[in-house]
């Protein structure tokens, strides 16, 4: 049995794609201003942020760089970069409206798979993999993953039994944060759901 870690899920700000509602994927997309704006505006919990002065929280980031963009502006000194937390690949389907995919997304399940694409079972076997590393690695047990909606989705899906049909038994809201534990038996556990990142006090990591 390996040790447990503790796993804070962070969302990248927004984009110009996430305001078009269209399905990014593995495309490349900035942050827009509008994202970069709201973004100066998140602060981790203050538990976390207590960790990283402490030099004890480790993270982990999507090489795409609206996630890197986001984990430097949180704070993050020498993440790594992890292609595992990198977004569900939607194949043919990058770039379409997400309205368009509205009935696949929501009967789909685990095994779907968009053409030239992965199925949420394909994100979750590759994140669970990074996370058994994490495990039965000498590093932090604590970490943030700045990641994005379709590893969030798998990873929380995975943790409280849902089987990604409608109707969704919770909604992930944006600028929050979300916690898993990954336990010492390999199992998942959902912590916290949509703790806030914006902070009203302006405290931050500085």
């Given at each position: 049995?390996?040790?447990?870690v503790?796993?804070?899920?962070?969302?990248?700000?927004?984009?110009?794609w996430?305001?078009?509602?269209?399905?990014q994927?593995?495309?490349?997309?900035?942050?827009?201003?509008e994202?970069?704006?709201?973004?100066?505006?998140?602060?981790?919990?203050?538990?976390?942020?207590?960790?990283h002065?402490?030099?004890?929280?480790?993270?982990?980031?999507?090489?795409l760089?609206?996630?890197v963009?986001?984990a430097?502006?949180?704070?993050?000194?020498?993440?790594?970069?992890?292609?595992?937390?990198?977004?569900?690949d939607?194949?043919?389907?990058?770039?379409?409206?997400?309205?368009?995919?509205?009935?696949?997304?929501?009967?789909?399940?685990?095994?779907?798979?968009?053409?030239?694409?992965?199925?949420p079972?394909?994100?979750?076997?590759?994140v669970?993999?990074?996370?058994?590393?994490?495990?039965?690695?000498?590093?932090p047990?604590?970490w943030?993953?700045?990641?994005?909606?379709?590893?969030i989705?798998?990873?929380?899906?995975?943790?409280v039994?849902?089987?990604l049909?409608a109707?969704e038994p919770?909604?992930?809201?944006?600028?929050?944060?979300h916690?898993?534990?990954?336990?010492g038996?390999?199992?998942?556990?959902?912590i916290t759901?949509n703790?806030?990142?914006?902070?009203?006090?302006?405290?931050?990591?500085?």
């Amino acid at each position: 049995m390996s040790r447990s870690v503790y796993v804070a899920l962070v969302r990248h700000a927004p984009t110009v794609w996430n305001a078009e509602g269209r399905a990014q994927g593995r495309a490349d997309v900035p942050l827009s201003a509008e994202g970069r704006a709201r973004l100066a505006h998140w602060r981790l919990p203050p538990d976390l942020v207590a960790l990283h002065r402490r030099a004890r929280l480790g993270w982990a980031v999507s090489p795409l760089q609206r996630a890197v963009a986001t984990a430097e502006a949180l704070g993050a000194d020498g993440p790594i970069l992890e292609p595992r937390l990198a977004e569900r690949d939607y194949g043919a389907w990058t770039g379409r409206r997400l309205a368009e995919l509205e009935d696949a997304l929501a009967t789909g399940g685990w095994t779907h798979r968009p053409p030239g694409g992965e199925s949420p079972a394909d994100v979750l076997e590759r994140v669970r993999a990074w996370l058994d590393e994490m495990a039965a690695s000498p590093g932090p047990p604590d970490w943030v993953a700045v990641t994005h909606r379709g590893v969030i989705r798998a990873l929380v899906a995975a943790a409280v039994g849902w089987n990604l049909c409608a109707p969704e038994p919770l909604r992930l809201l944006p600028e929050r944060l979300h916690r898993i534990r990954r336990r010492g038996d390999g199992l998942l556990q959902l912590i916290t759901l949509n703790e806030p990142l914006v902070s009203l006090d302006g405290a931050g990591l500085e």
